[in-house]
């Protein structure tokens, strides 16, 4: 299937910092990526849509000018955490369909998961 | 406005014995359902899905799942469970008359499976 590839995996940061989290469609393009935040024992929550070329879609409640989401080309859509503080603090993953081989049928798939903690 | 409920935090299950993780849905269009798999600290895995065609999907490392449109329920099934299947299980739906959207999830469902 197609791979979607998030870095970092890990992250340390202090409170105050920036942090960016990539995520990567290796083998196809993605017009469209979505980020979630997983909180302990508990499901995904969807944050917001990327797309690529324009801005992104936020869902309510996402405070966008907290997470900043830059969909720059076809396979690469970032999230940066500004001014990160300690209830940032979270597991947030990616995710992709590959439409142009499967259509809208096509399930999506996700990366590694990005382990954010704020100090 | 899509919702999926997995009514199980937890499920335990002997090994070699039969596991089903249920998981019940409501789409006001055409129900697009998948279950996906996840080890501590990873993404998800893609297990299966139901598009359309027979109600019985059979997916990766011997699960299936069962879809039931007058229950609108998607139950995760596997015959026989092994200790390596212990994860966490996401039952998700999309409405597949809206276009590229994004999924919705349930609560998750953890699996012990003990040997």
């Known amino acids: 299937g197609a791979v979607v590839s998030q870095h970092p995996s890990r992250v340390i940061c202090k409170s105050g910092t920036s942090v960016k989290i990539e995520c990567r469609s290796l083998?196809?393009?993605?017009?469209?990526m979505f980020w979630y935040r997983q909180f302990p024992k508990k499901s995904l929550m969807l944050m917001a849509t990327s797309n690529e070329g324009s801005k992104a879609t936020y869902e309510q409640g996402v405070e966008k000018d907290k997470f900043l989401i830059n969909h720059a080309s076809l396979t690469l859509s970032t999230l940066t955490v500004t001014s990160a503080h300690p209830e940032d603090s979270s597991f947030y993953i990616c995710?992709?369909?590959?439409?142009?081989?499967?259509?809208?049928?096509?399930?999506?798939?996700f990366g590694q998961g990005t382990r954010l903690t704020v100090v | 406005a899509q919702s999926v409920a997995q009514p199980e935090d937890q499920v335990n299950v002997a090994e070699g014995n039969p596991l089903t993780v249920k998981c019940t849905y409501s789409v006001s269009g055409n129900p697009y359902l998948f279950w996906y798999v996840q080890y501590p600290n990873r993404g998800l895995q893609f297990l299966l899905k139901?598009?359309?065609?027979?109600?019985l999907v059979k997916g990766s490392y011997g699960f299936e799942a069962e879809f039931n449109k007058s229950q609108t329920s998607f139950h995760l099934k596997k015959p026989s469970a092994l200790v390596s299947d212990s994860a966490l299980y996401f039952c998700?739906?999309?409405?597949?008359?809206?276009?590229?959207?994004?999924?919705?999830f349930g609560k998750g469902t953890r699996l012990s499976v003990i040997a």
């Open positions: 995710s992709a369909r590959d439409t142009a081989a499967g259509g809208l049928v096509t399930e999506a798939f």
């Open positions: 139901y598009i359309t065609g027979d109600n």
């Open positions: 083998d196809f393009q993605a017009t469209t």
């Open positions: 998700a739906v999309r409405d597949g008359n809206s276009g590229n959207t994004p999924l919705v």
